[in-house]
């Protein structure tokens, strides 16, 4: 309805969304609505002329506004055909609106609405008044200037600062804990946003404690006397961990940190990627992913170039097999969050860290929409946002992508376009009369496991332009020794259907072919189960990558 309306509605409409955001509405839910949204989008365009345009800028605001994750672009978009007019609203929210200097500021101000602050002024406010709050002591002033904020959905963010300020200056907790409780009675500080808070903070714990190492137990104070004084909802209690799930947590999180350096040594003194995989997959303990590559990055960055570039290297591979980008945005954020205790150990730290941010953008194992993510969860005027920065210098230096790859001096540090030549030239070799074995041993040679995507899409391509199969018994021979793995098949399955219409205009019969394949390696086991629902289906409209 406010698509179809003026600007006015359409800042309240968003202003309503961050409102009813975790209260009434969960993250869930406004992820499944903004997925019904593309979804009809080619249907409201119909009416709404520019229905791209405006839903583009809603999807842009949500992210902005905290309400949608960045990664929902990303995810979405493989949901949707590529020729629709939703994947259009994704592609114009991505290039046109988040790829923005300054985007937050200038989405928050496009429909000229009342809130014309951006989320980092917002918490600048709220610090602002609860400093000047410790100095006066005056609660009823504290609070008439947080109603005058106006941003009763973020108040969250009140709860979570006056905490840290009550742990940060012992003097301060008997005040912040009055000026909760008078927001809590008073009605201003609702009880969904104070757990909000509460449980913002507790999630924070560990990150706290390297500034204030008693945060913890200060915490674990504070906790029951809000609950028993009636100001902190008791369901905190019941939601959150008890004292000693937290310390099983704690344990665990010992024990991983314990083999997963014993697994990085051991892969510095082996070399061997698929072992490391095989022992990161039995440890069973995914979620700690971020926690593994900050260790990774943190001991290569004390060692020499052969284990720092070993390091950018099992990124890579990671990342294509058993990592999400937000396992690597995280561990990159931990990494950034603890850099200025790095640098008292290690002297170069700040510059080594943009060297790694910086490769793995060369890599593909981020994007530069990524460093923009990484930089909004980082704290204002940070070391780390700094090395962000110089990381994105590196990345628009001119000959960038090859002085990145060779950075660390190591065996795969040569250019793309050589890892290119090379598959190229031995899979010509191989389709001219060459020995499977052989072609094996080449592709092994090569050292980079987590590019063997490249083998399968010119392979599929050679088998087009030559009209001859043999290029499956090669694949086939590939897959059965684990030369090549199914993510890397599937992955080079996708890019050849991505480029369809283009390899269409030189070869007619391209589609009928790629079908072709795509059954026979199906009937092989070569693809994930999540490939074969999304091919066919997309082959009429493949769109050129």
């Known amino acids: 309805m406010a698509m179809d309306r003026h600007d006015k509605e359409k800042e309240m409409a968003s202003v309503l969304l961050s409102s009813l955001y975790a209260d009434v509405i969960s993250p869930p839910q406004i992820r499944d609505g903004f997925v019904m949204l593309l979804e009809s989008a080619d249907d409201l365009a119909v009416d709404i002329l520019d229905a791209v345009d405006i839903l583009a800028l809603f999807v842009s605001r949500a ?10 672009i990303t995810r979405a978009k493989k949901t949707l055909p590529e020729s629709s007019k939703g994947y259009q609203v994704l592609q114009t929210a991505e290039k046109s609106y988040l790829s923005a200097p300054h985007h937050a500021e200038l989405l928050e101000r496009r429909w000229g609405g009342s809130i014309h ?43 979570k600062r006056a905490l840290v300020l009550a742990m940060e200056i012992q003097t301060a907790e008997p005040f912040m804990l009055k000026l909760l ?53 008791a369901s905190f209690m019941k939601s959150s961990c008890t004292d000693g799930e937290a310390q099983n947590e704690d344990k665990k999180l010992n024990q991983y940190k314990k083999e997963i350096v014993t697994i990085i040594h051991e892969y510095f003194l082996s070399d061997d990627i698929p072992e490391l995989i095989r022992s990161l997959e039995d440890l069973g303990l995914p979620e700690y992913n971020p926690i593994f590559l900050k260790k990774l990055i943190t001991l290569a960055m004390d060692r020499k170039n052969r284990e720092k570039e070993m390091a950018s290297v099992l990124l890579s591979a990671l990342h294509i097999e058993i990592f999400s980008t937000e396992d690597i945005a995280n561990g990159f954020v931990m990494l950034l969050e603890s850099a200025e205790d790095t640098a008292l150990d290690i002297l170069d730290a700040s510059n080594e860290l943009a060297l790694f941010l910086a490769r793995a953008v060369i890599d593909d194992v981020l994007v530069p929409l990524n460093l923009e993510e990484i930089t909004c969860k980082l704290p204002p005027n940070c070391s780390g946002s700094e090395t962000v920065r110089m990381a994105r210098s590196l990345i628009t230096a001119r000959h960038a992508g090859e ?5 660390w001096g190591g065996g795969t540090g040569w250019a793309v376009e050589d890892a290119k030549d090379k598959i190229m030239k031995l899979l010509e070799e191989y389709e001219s009369g060459g020995v499977v074995a052989e072609a094996c041993q080449c592709i092994r040679d090569l050292g980079m496991p987590f590019f063997n995507h490249e083998v399968v899409k010119k392979a599929l391509v050679m088998a087009m332009e030559k009209k001859n199969d043999r290029m499956l018994d090669l694949l086939q021979v590939c897959f059965n020794e684990g030369l090549i793995t199914i993510n890397q098949m599937t992955k080079g399955f996708t890019r050849v259907k991505d480029g369809l219409d283009d390899l269409a205009l030189d070869f007619p019969n391209a589609k009928d072919k790629f079908s072709f394949y795509t059954e026979y390696a199906q009937k092989k086991g070569w693809l994930l189960p999540s490939f074969g629902s999304s091919a066919t289906e997309a082959l009429p409209t493949a769109a050129a990558s």
Do not use: N
Request: proline residues 4%; aromatic residues 8%.
């Open 63 to 72: 992210v902005v506004d905290e309400i949608l994750p960045p990664a929902f």
């Open 181 to 233: 409780k008078e927001a809590a009675e008073e009605g201003l500080i609702s009880s969904s946003q104070m757990v909000k808070g509460f449980a913002r903070l507790a999630e924070s714990l560990d990150d706290l404690a390297l500034d204030i190492p008693s945060a913890k137990t200060l915490f674990q104070s504070i906790v029951p006397k809000a609950i028993s004084l009636g100001w902190l909802d």
């Open 117 to 159: 602050v951006t989320v980092e002024e917002m918490k600048k406010k709220i610090a602002d008044l609860l400093r000047e709050y410790v100095e006066s002591g005056d609660t009823f002033e504290a609070c008439r200037c947080i109603r005058e904020l106006g941003v009763s959905f973020f108040h969250h963010e009140v709860v």
């Open 403 to 407: 002085r990145l790859l060779r950075c």
